[in-house]
């Protein structure tokens, strides 16, 4: 058999959490990753390469041997890596540039699913801002305001007043959000409960993957500005079969349909970003990466050779691929810096990480960390993943919390209250 050397291109916990499970492969040869973090250095190979210069991608690609290259990160794929790559005959995972357009531009994905019946919210796309006020008039509040282009997750404003509304366009239109606010998408409130699907596609065939319910706010309760996200995990006990059906029906297979017939196959892992309403499951938006923290959680729960579903999608023979998953659920904690989202310090070191991975059940995987002197240091917003499986939720989560406070890191919090939702699902199934 001949292996297969990786690069996977990324720095955070969802690079960390493929890297970790790329190593689990039969097949696989060297693992590198760029530029990767303190963490990733144990399960892969850390490389410095400019992510952004394709060429010096390539040429890192060649001198390695690399058979296939996995993107992380959405701006590379918006920014046409892969089409640099596969143009120099190196298979990649993810998707081309015209495909990432379903991340890249709000008003692409929402035309998209207008003209292919795909349930979302009603929508406006508007390039000045006084036709963009009279929308808003006419909708009333509460009212969702995006930017068209990629924001970081910052584009995003759910204003509750018409006074809001207009500030929240002024402030776009006035290049708040930099080019990514040129074009504004404005769109129904939509009321439900948030959750998101994974699914693989090689272009023309889809395979689901598994589902899983994000924490976007930074306090307990749902409270305070939104993030990247503060904890994860998986199943989301919201996705019954029934719907999960449904999804893949109504909101999957049409996009990837669509994407083929416009002459974009996708090819990646698509994301879609649900509500699910009193009328059934709405797009809210695509990704076309890994989510983080959701990768953690999905990688902890599946039993299948990662490398090969990956290689499948690269070289468009999914229809040969099945994953089996372990039937557990995985529950993630993003340990963050103190000031997270807003301004924090770097360079804080962190303890205990290995009697906290000794937990049963238990990994930790590194989101924004360095190793200096063998010492572990944090360098980001979100820094520490504390993940663990188990039967239930709730074990997953005591699990979770029991290697969390085994960390020593006074610099750092965490909500302490990641999977009420799904844990109050189980206490009322076992209660009644
Ligand atoms: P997005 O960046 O599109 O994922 O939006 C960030 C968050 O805003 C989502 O996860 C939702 O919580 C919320 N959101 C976005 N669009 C809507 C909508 N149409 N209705 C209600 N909430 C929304
Ligand atoms: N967890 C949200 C994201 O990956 O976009």
Redo the contacts with the bound molecule.
Sequence with gaps: MTRINVLVIGSGG?EHALCWKLRQSPELGELYCAPGNGGIAEAATCVELKVEDAAAVIEFCRRHDIGLVVVGPEAPLVAGLVDRLEAAGIAAFGPSAAAAQLEGSKGFTKDLCAENGIPTAAYGRFTEAAAAKAYVGQMGVPIVIKADGLAA?KGVIIAESLAQADEAIDDMFGGGFGAAGAAVVIEEFLVGEEA?FFALSDGETILPMATAQ?H?RVGDGDTGPNT??MG?YSPAPVMTPALEARVVREIIEPTVRAMAARGMPYRGVL?A?LMITADGPKLIEY?V???????QVLMMRLESDLLEALLAVAQKILSNVRLTWYPDVALTVVMAAKGYPGAYDKGSEIKGLSEAAAVPGVQIFHAGTTRQDGRILATGGRVLNVTARGRTVAEAQARTYAAVDKIHWPEGFCRRDIGWRAIAREKEATTT
């Design positions: 969802r997750g998101s994000d976007k990247g996200g994860a994301y970003g990704n990466r890994f989510g983080d923290p959701e990768t």
